[in-house]
């Protein structure tokens, strides 16, 4: 990692196991929406975002999942700030965002280019562990567009 790379940090603590699971699903359904254009998933994806990005993780029906696919294969708590998280799930948010208005609005060639970004997101944190929202973050800082 870089020397100057920053990430958000509240000190409270999340699974990076249920994280991932969650990064999976959005995965999963993303890729589901690339191929069908479903505006149902969309909307769905939209939701959910909107709930992690605010706190409402126990409203989160894809989290809801993730901590029932924990319990069940008995996946060990790993701890990381969720500060980081709920950052990349704001990014995850304004993409959903633009994703469902372009379905709606029938501007396919901004949806597809929206999912496949969201999709390399969803693939990085689900399958290697990569957050890029701290690359993301670090970036706009330095913008000084956040404090």
Do not use: H
Request: charged share 15%; hydrophobic share 55%; with cysteine.
């Amino acid at each position: 990692m870089s020397n100057d790379l920053e990430c958000p940090v509240d000190n409270i603590t999340v699974n990076e196991n249920r994280v991932w699971l969650v990064a999976f699903f959005v995965l999963i359904l993303a890729l589901i929406c690339f191929i069908t254009t479903n505006r149902i998933i969309a909307v769905f994806l939209l939701v959910d975002f909107t709930l992690r990005a605010f706190n409402f993780n126990n409203y989160s029906p894809l989290g809801l999942i993730s901590g029932q696919q924990v319990k069940l294969f008995k996946l060990k708590n790993k701890p990381v700030d969720r500060a980081q998280k709920r950052f990349a799930a704001f990014i995850g948010l304004a993409f959903m965002v633009v994703i469902t208005v372009t379905l709606l609005t029938d501007l396919s060639a901004i949806t597809k280019i929206a999912l496949v970004v969201l999709l390399i997101f969803a693939a990085l944190e689900s399958l290697a562990g990569f957050c890029a929202g701290c690359y993301i973050y670090s970036y706009l800082k330095r913008l000084k567009l956040i404090k």
